[in-house]
C-alpha cells in the first residue's frame, strides 16, 4: 500500500529513523509513481539523510520536478507587462503565514519593504491561523486565502491579480502549492527561504541565497538559477517574548550543558556520534534536547535508545518536550550552555533563539545548502571560529569551548549585542537586497532580446517567446498570434516523445517552434540541436534560445546535408 508506506516513512523520518524512513518513502514512489504525497516526502527527507549524495538528492527533486511538469502539461502563461511605471507586483505562496519558522523570518521584509517600487500580495495557504496571522496581513498591499481553493481556482486568481513574480516560500514542505507553480502562473517565479533544496521544477526560474550559504559548485544542484544576497538570505525578527538571558547554567551547575532544540528529524547517525564524542571529552557534561514530539513517552524512550547506542548513557540525557508559549520555550536556553548545531540539516531559527539567549553554537559546515546555514549565520555576527570544516574540528571546537569558562560568560553577555548591531537582524538593509533580487530576477527575465531587424515576439502557451517575421501574412507568425502553438498534430507527438536528458536533433529548425518545444521536454541535462541554413531565421532561433535561456540548445546555421533524398545519420562521441 503506498499510502502506509508513505505514512510509516514519514513517521520514521521525524523520529531520527531517516535510512529506514527513506526505504519505505522510495518504495511507495516505486508502488505508485504519480504519488505526490510520497514524492513530496521523500525530497524532504533527503535532507536529513547523511548518507545520501548530493548527485541522488539532485537526481530525485529533478525528477519529481519533471514528473509534475508532464503531468500538467501545456498552459497558459501570463503575459510579461513593462513595469517602468508601476510598482512590481510580487506575490508570496506559503502554507505558514503563522507561527512558523518562514514568517520570523518573512515578517521583516513585509514590513520594511517599498511600496512605491513593490505590490506584495500574500497568498496563504494556512489552515492555522494565529496573531502572526494577523500581523502579516498588516504589513502588505492585498492578502488572499487560498486554503480551500483547487490548483485551478488559485492559478485564475493569481493570473487575475497579474502578479509579475510569484515566491515559493515551501518547496516540499508541507502546505505547499508547488503544482501552481509548475503551471507558468507569472513571468518570473522565485523559490525562497523555506525550503533547503531545489524544488526539481524547471518552471522556477530563480533560488535566493548567499555566498556562505552555498558551496562553490552549488549551482550544479538547483535546477532554478541562484541569485545571492549580500550580505546574507536570511533576516531574524527577534521575539518580543524572549526574556532575558541568565548566566550559563553551568555556573551554578558545575558542569557543561550542551544543547539542541532543532527537530529530532535532524537526529542522525552523524550527529550523534559526534556527539557522544563530544561528551566523553567533558566529564560529566550533559545533553538537553527540545521538541514538541518528545513529550509523547514512547519518542522520548526511542531517542534514548538512539544516543545509548551511540555511546551515551541515559541518565546524562535531559528531554524537553512541548512548551506552552513562545517566552517559555525561550526560556529553556537557560538550561543550555553550548548548542551543537545537526548536521548535515543545520539549524536555522533554533540556531538564531539560541544566540539571542546568549547561547555560543558551534556548526559543522558541509557542502549542501542545509548543511551550511550555520555557516551563513555565524560569518554574519563575526564568530567563524564556532564554525568546523570536518567532524574532528566539530569535536574540538566544542571541546575547547566547554572548558573557556571566561569565553563563554562573555559570550552570554554580549551575543544578542552583537546580533543587534549585525546584518542578521537589520531589515532595512536585508530587504534593500531582497528588493534588489527581485529587480535582478525582472530584469533578467523580461530585458529587451532585441530579434533581428524584420522581427516580432509571440509568446506561445508552452510560455516560450518566439522570434517570427514581423508580418501577419508569414505563416509562422500567424499562426502563433492567433494559436499560440503550432498547429500540426506532430507538435504534439514529439512533446511526449522527448524525455528529459534526451540529445535530439531538428533538421531545417525554422523559427524554432519544434526546437524549443524539445528544449522545454529533455531540460537542462539535454540537448537540441538545430540545423537552419537561413540565416535571418538562425539569427531570429538564437535570439529566442537567448530570451528562454535555453543553454540546452545548439543552433547551426547549415543545411544538415548538400545532397537531396535520404540518408543515414551516425551520431558520436
Request: hydrophobic letters at 40%; one cysteine or more; proline letters at 4%.
Amino acid at each position: 500500500d503506498p499510502a502506509a508506506h508513505t505514512n510509516l516513512g514519514i513517521a520514521l523520518c521525524l523520529q531520527a529513523s531517516t535510512e529506514k524512513g527513506l526505504w519505505h518513502l522510495k518504495r511507495a514512489v516505486e508502488l505508485k509513481p504519480d504519488f505526490a504525497l510520497a514524492h513530496e516526502n521523500l525530497c524532504l527527507c533527503l535532507n536529513y539523510a547523511d548518507h545520501v549524495s548530493r548527485d541522488e538528492a539532485f537526481a530525485l527533486h529533478r525528477r519529481y520536478g519533471q514528473l509534475l511538469s508532464q503531468a500538467i502539461g501545456e498552459n497558459l502563461q501570463t503575459s510579461i507587462e513593462p513595469a517602468t511605471t508601476r510598482p512590481l507586483r510580487v506575490g508570496f505562496v506559503s502554507g505558514d503565514f503563522r507561527s512558523h519558522s518562514v514568517a520570523y523570518f518573512i515578517e521583516p521584509l513585509f514590513a520594511s519593504h517599498h511600496t512605491q517600487r513593490f505590490h506584495f500580495t500574500a497568498y496563504s495557504n494556512t489552515r492555522r491561523e494565529d496573531g502572526v496571522t494577523q500581523r502579516l496581513k498588516q504589513l502588505v498591499e492585498s492578502w488572499r486565502d487560498i486554503t480551500a481553493m483547487s490548483d485551478a481556482a488559485a492559478i485564475e486568481l493569481i493570473r487575475g491579480d497579474r502578479i509579475d513574480i510569484l515566491i515559493d516560500l515551501a518547496g516540499h514542505t508541507s502546505g505547499n502549492r508547488l503544482r501552481i507553480f509548475a503551471h507558468r502562473v507569472a513571468p518570473v517565479q522565485i523559490t525562497y527561504l523555506g525550503y533547503p533544496n531545489t524544488t526539481g521544477l524547471p518552471s522556477v526560474d530563480f533560488r535566493l541565497s548567499d555566498r556562505w550559504a552555498e558551496a562553490d559548485d552549488a549551482q550544479a544542484f538547483y535546477t532554478e538559477t541562484l541569485l545571492q544576497m549580500d550580505p546574507g538570505f536570511l533576516c531574524y525578527l527577534p521575539s518580543k517574548e524572549a526574556p532575558q538571558f541568565e548566566a550559563p547554567p553551568s555556573e551554578k551547575n558545575g558542569y557543561v550543558t550542551f544543547g539542541c532544540f532543532n527537530s529530532l528529524a535532524k537526529l542522525s547517525p552523524t550527529t550523534t556520534r559526534l556527539w557522544a564524542e563530544i561528551l566523553a571529552k567533558v566529564p560529566r557534561s550533559r545533553l538537553c534536547l527540545k521538541d514538541p514530539r518528545l513529550s509523547d513517552e514512547a519518542t522520548a524512550k526511542q531517542i534514548l535508545k538512539i544516543f545509548t547506542k551511540a555511546g551515551i548513557q541515559s541518565d546524562r540525557v535531559d528531554l524537553l518536550g512541548f512548551s506552552a508559549d513562545h517566552s517559555s520555550h525561550m526560556a529553556a536556553y537557560h538550561k543550555v550552555d553550548i548548542a551543537l548545531d545537526a548536521f548535515p540539516y543545520n539549524g536555522t531559527t533554533t540556531t538564531c533563539e539560541a544566540l539571542w539567549m546568549g547561547v555560543p553554537t558551534v556548526t559543522l559546515c558541509g557542502s549542501a545548502h542545509a548543511s551550511r546555514v550555520g555557516n551563513s549565520l555565524l560569518h554574519r555576527l563575526n564568530l567563524s571560529r564556532f564554525i568546523a570544516s570536518s567532524a574532528d574540528e566539530y569535536v574540538s571546537i566544542a571541546v575547547k569551548l566547554a572548558s573557556d569558562r571566561p569565553g563563554r560568560i562573555e559570550l552570554r553577555q554580549t551575543l544578542r549585542d552583537r546580533m543587534t548591531a549585525s546584518s542578521l537582524t537589520n531589515a532595512a538593509m536585508v530587504t534593500s537586497d531582497f528588493e534588489a533580487c527581485l529587480d535582478r530576477a525582472w530584469a533578467a527575465k523580461t530585458r529587451d532580446h532585441t530579434p533581428p531587424q524584420h522581427s516580432r515576439w509571440a509568446n506561445a502557451a508552452n510560455g516560450m517567446s518566439i522570434a517570427v517575421p514581423d508580418d501577419i501574412f508569414q505563416m509562422t507568425t500567424w499562426v502563433l498570434e492567433e494559436q499560440r502553438d503550432w498547429f500540426e498534430d506532430e507538435i504534439h507527438f514529439v512533446r511526449k516523445l522527448v524525455q528529459p536528458g534526451d540529445q535530439t536533433l531538428d533538421i531545417g529548425a525554422n523559427h524554432g517552434v519544434y526546437t524549443l518545444s524539445m528544449a522545454q521536454a529533455v531540460g537542462v541535462e539535454g540537448r537540441v540541436v538545430a540545423f537552419e541554413p537561413s540565416h535571418l531565421t538562425a539569427q531570429r532561433l538564437r535570439a529566442s534560445v537567448e530570451r528562454n535561456g535555453l543553454s540546452q540548445v545548439t543552433v547551426v546555421e547549415a543545411a544538415l546535408s548538400k545532397e537531396n533524398g535520404q540518408a543515414t545519420l551516425f551520431t558520436g562521441a
